[in-house]
């Protein structure tokens, strides 16, 4: 019996000893990520807009969680951090990107990465524009192009190739050109396709843009369940999800999906991954209760509309004191506590969720 108790703690031992092993050639073999640089609209958006004359700015109590008690926005449209947040953290960053327009974004910070994403931004230029100014996809690439010729001046042709090369990607973009579809309700199914088509085409020429100023690791998040959001939902004056909004979302995430295929196939040493957003944020809507939220369907601060959806969180707005309760944080943006779910899935996540491989794997490769 005691011979027996011996061999098993010994057996145990061995095995205990393979599992550190493999843990610490995975820690070795991990890459680290020189840099990471964001495109796209106020999924991403880092106060961008603080430096434009736009309505679309990211006021307090935006942040309310994020500056830990200190009545000052962070930059970004939920309570404290956003999906990019989160996977920065994972990533090993310390810092997290800065906002192309901020004054302190310049020097050796830009050799980390710099966010470009504004708020109310599309793929098409004119998307955002009822808002004032904001910084379209298009020019968001010549921002980059601006980095990406200081980074060269700052240390040399050869070693920025290999930096750009070597960093991550992001881009959230689309949903505010979607919404603006949806609300033209007259429009044929015909007219709704070659919108969508047209949104492919232009989205390609600025991805092909991103990649021939070097970029090679690019994640690319699909349009979200927009139909289920607490604008939609008031704007249309229905409790549930709105169908055909999600159906147009459903239509363009076909093609964005194909896009991102084909790209990866036909451009030289790229990686093109397709972030999906909808199937993501469609199970936690759907499994709301068993991910520890009480509500779906309405926005944590609000000002005015059945869930909240009339008016963008501003100044006077309420805030729900139990913000990891909510799924959604305001009438279009998730709450922390979802953009946590939603990197987690992204970073770690199946094909079910983000193919061809995930971040953790396009950060290795």
Known sequence: METMLNMSTIISAIFYQILVIQLLLNMCSAKEVPAIFAFGDSLFEVGNNFYLDTLAKPTFPNGIDFTKGKRRASGRYTNARTILDIIEEELGFTNYTPPYLSPQTTGDVILKGVNYASSGSGIFNSTGSKFGDHICMDEQINNFAKSRQDIVSKIGAAAARKLLRDALYFIAVGANDIILLSSNVSLSHVENIKYLDNMISKFKSQLLSVYNLDARKIAVTSAAPLGCIPFER???????????????VKLYNVRLKILLSELTKHLAGSIFIYMNSYTTLEDVLQNY?????????????RVYGKHGGKLPCIFF????????????WDAYHPTEKTNFILAKHALDGSRQYISPINIRQLANS
């Open 234 to 248: 008031d704007k249309f004056s229905i409790d549930d999800c709105v169908p055909h909004v999600n159906e147009l």
């Open 289 to 301: 209760k068993s991910y520890g939220f009480t509500n779906a369907d309405s926005a944590c601060c």
């Open 317 to 328: 707005a309420r805030v729900c004191p139990n913000r990891t309760q909510y799924v959604f």
